[in-house]
């Protein structure tokens, strides 16, 4: 909208229409796709934790048989407390528990099979620990979730039509006996003796939604949560969190695609990346010197989080029923360095001017993407190519971390970014991005300005953001 060359009264009409564009609405349209509230809930948690524990913990394996003694199962100082401590140590929101690996082991007194805690000599065959579990996490105030693997060694009608109606009993169990369930963790992972068999999903799911209508489900292809589509923790370096979902099966979807999400997806699955503290999932005493660093796992927590993903972190108890303590440290200090680079935005005192706004409501003012509030923001005038805002800082200040956020609750809309700081009179760029989401963290080398500017060159839709903030990374902080 330029208004050029233009005199007398109609300039000063086109001047009033200039500076008050036409989009005087309050609030910024939404994108097709959106998230359901808890689905924003969830991301805002950024960091949860798995737990593996199970009769693998006993026979030092990763998957099992399904012909475990439940014997083996004995874990003599098993502490519930202990683990939710671990977790909050790390920040995690929810804790989600293997209550049934592949191998059958049902961590809860199950009806339906004698394969469970009862046939143990744990608590006398009276324990459960899930209740145990989320009865800890809601001392806590943290989130429990629950993984009940459908591919199942010990069950007999595994690989029949009858085991879908097992499997319900038994999340039905679930859903109903404890509490609150935050989170629904299915894989696709299936035995050679159910190549026939297709799981129940739609089933699976309308339970979980019927019983505990707050869950969200967490598959390869949602319907809450995705699969990122590697076990390591990584999300793409682009990473939409809507896809199309339409031809995608568990167990069967394309990784890359899961990877990066695609812009013209028609659903929102917010991306989890999973990966453990260890190399494996159960715990094994062998790999108790092979605990992921605190560096290593705030590279991930960057890879992830900072890519617009959750980061799902396993800690799996050892035969005790603890968590070992080189893992708690590794937790402990992860989340001191994270402490300790973001504490300080130096760009809340700065000043920000933008090439244009949505409106002149103040509700759209650049100035919104300084202040702490994920839910003020910044939206651009339509009528701007390619939108800018400039930070100018209260004084020249060093910084080589930065944070983008966008406003998810209205949609995500950013593909490509660059961003400039003013050196010598000339804007040279320090960084460029693709995808922000939720959150879009840079590492970039250290740089002493006074102004920068983030140019949006590539959308979807209006540009917003709600959030440019800088940093100084700790000098913990290591890039893998
Ligand atoms: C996979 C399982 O096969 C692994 O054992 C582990 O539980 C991982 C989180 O999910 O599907």
Same mark, same amino acid.
């Given at each position: 909208?330029?208004?050029?060359?233009?005199?007398?009264?109609?300039?000063?009409?086109?001047?009033?229409?200039?500076?008050?564009?036409?989009?005087?609405?309050?609030?910024?349209?939404?994108?097709?796709?959106?998230?359901?509230?808890?689905?924003?809930?969830?991301?805002?948690?950024?960091?949860?934790?798995?737990?593996?524990?199970?009769? !693998?913990?006993?026979?030092?394996?990763?998957?099992?048989?399904?012909?475990?003694?439940?014997?083996?199962? !004995?874990?003599?100082?098993?502490?519930?407390?202990?683990?939710?401590?671990?977790?909050?140590?790390?920040?995690?929101?929810?804790?989600?528990?293997?209550?049934?690996?592949?191998?059958?082991?049902?961590?809860?007194?199950?009806?339906?099979?004698?394969?469970?805690?009862?046939?143990?000599?744990?608590?006398?065959?009276?324990?459960?620990?899930?209740? *145990?579990?989320?009865?800890?996490?809601?001392?806590?105030?943290? =989130?429990?979730?629950?993984?009940?693997?459908?591919?199942?060694?010990?069950?007999?009608?595994?690989?029949?039509?009858?085991?879908?109606?097992?499997?319900?009993?038994?999340?039905?169990?679930?859903?109903?006996?404890?509490?609150?369930?935050?989170?629904?963790? *299915?894989?696709?992972?299936?035995?050679?003796?159910?190549?026939?068999?297709?799981?129940?999903?739609?089933?699976?799911?309308?339970?979980?939604?019927?019983?505990? $209508?707050?869950?969200?489900?967490?598959?390869?292809? #949602?319907?809450?949560?995705?699969?990122?589509?590697?076990?390591?923790?990584?999300?793409?370096?682009?990473?939409?969190?809507?896809?199309?979902?339409?031809?995608?099966?568990?167990?069967?979807?394309?990784?890359?695609?899961? !990877?990066? #999400?695609?812009?013209?997806?028609?659903?929102?699955?917010?991306?989890?990346?999973?990966?453990?503290?260890?190399?494996?999932?159960?715990?094994?005493?062998?790999?108790?010197?092979?605990?992921?660093?605190?560096?290593?796992?705030?590279?991930?927590?960057?890879?992830?989080?900072?890519?617009?993903?959750?980061?799902?972190? !396993?800690?799996?108890?050892?035969?005790?029923?603890?968590?070992?303590?080189?893992?708690?440290?590794?937790?402990?200090?992860?989340?001191?360095?994270?402490?300790?680079?973001? =504490?300080?935005?130096?760009?809340?005192?700065?000043?920000?001017?933008?090439?244009?706004?949505?409106?002149?409501?103040?509700?759209?003012? $650049?100035?919104?993407?300084?202040?702490?509030?994920?839910?003020?923001?910044?939206?651009?005038?339509?009528?701007?190519?390619?939108?800018?805002?400039?930070?100018?800082?209260?004084?020249?200040?060093?910084?080589?971390?930065?944070?983008?956020?966008?406003?998810?609750?209205?949609?995500?809309?950013?593909?490509?970014?660059?961003?400039?700081?003013?050196?010598?009179?000339?804007?040279?760029?320090?960084?460029?991005?693709?995808?922000?989401?939720? =959150?879009?963290?840079?590492?970039?080398?250290?740089?002493?300005?006074? =102004?920068?500017?983030?140019?949006?060159?590539?959308?979807?839709?209006?540009?917003?953001?709600?959030? *440019?903030?800088?940093?100084?990374?700790?000098s913990r902080e290591k890039i893998f």
């Open positions: 909208m330029k208004c050029y060359h233009i005199t007398g009264s109609f300039f000063l009409i086109m001047l009033l229409s200039c500076s008050a564009p036409e989009h005087a609405e309050q609030h910024l349209p939404p994108m097709p796709v959106i998230p359901s509230d808890k689905q924003v809930t969830y991301q805002q948690m950024e960091v949860i934790g798995f737990i593996h524990f199970g009769v !693998n913990t006993f026979t030092d394996r990763e998957w099992g048989t399904g012909k475990e003694d439940p014997l083996i199962f !004995n874990p003599a100082l098993l502490d519930a407390t202990q683990w939710v401590e671990a977790a909050e140590t790390a920040g995690m929101g929810m804790l989600i528990l293997t209550a049934k690996h592949h191998d059958g082991f049902c961590l809860w007194p199950s009806e339906y099979t004698e394969h469970s805690v009862k046939g143990s000599p744990w608590e006398n065959g009276q324990g459960d620990v899930v209740r *145990m579990l989320s009865e800890a996490c809601a001392r806590a105030g943290i =989130k429990f979730g629950i993984y009940l693997s459908p591919w199942d060694m010990h069950e007999p009608s595994y690989g029949s039509d009858d085991y879908d109606n097992y499997y319900l009993s038994q999340l039905k169990e679930l859903l109903t006996g404890y509490g609150t369930i935050s989170e629904v963790w *299915m894989d696709g992972a299936k035995g050679e003796n159910a190549k026939d068999m297709e799981y129940d999903f739609n089933a699976y799911r309308s339970l979980v939604y019927a019983l505990q $209508p707050q869950a969200l489900i967490f598959s390869d292809v #949602g319907p809450d949560i995705r699969w990122i589509g590697n076990e390591h923790g990584i999300a793409g370096i682009t990473n939409w969190s809507t896809i199309n979902t339409e031809g995608l099966e568990i167990g069967k979807a394309d990784t890359e695609y899961l !990877n990066t #999400g695609d812009p013209d997806g028609t659903t929102w699955l917010v991306g989890e990346c999973d990966v453990s503290i260890r190399p494996g999932w159960f715990y094994h005493a062998s790999q108790d010197t092979l605990v992921k660093s605190p560096e290593y796992l705030v590279d991930l927590y960057y890879k992830s989080v900072g890519r617009n993903g959750t980061l799902l972190l !396993n800690l799996p108890p050892d035969q005790r029923g603890l968590i070992h303590s080189n893992d708690i440290q590794s937790l402990k200090e992860f989340r001191d360095i994270l402490d300790e680079t973001f =504490k300080h935005n130096l760009f809340r005192e700065g000043n920000a001017i933008a090439s244009g706004q949505w409106s002149k409501n103040p509700g759209f003012d $650049p100035q919104n993407l300084l202040d702490e509030d994920p839910d003020s923001y910044w939206a651009a005038d339509p009528a701007d190519a390619d939108p800018w805002i400039t930070v100018e800082l209260k004084e020249k200040l060093t910084f080589d971390r930065l944070m983008l956020q966008e406003p998810i609750r209205l949609g995500q809309r950013i593909s490509e970014f660059i961003i400039e700081a003013e050196k010598e009179g000339e804007w040279k760029t320090i960084s460029t991005g693709t995808t922000i989401g939720y =959150k879009r963290l840079l590492r970039i080398d250290p740089v002493t300005v006074r =102004k920068l500017r983030i140019k949006i060159t590539g959308y979807t839709g209006t540009p917003a953001l709600s959030t *440019m903030a800088g940093y100084n990374a700790s």
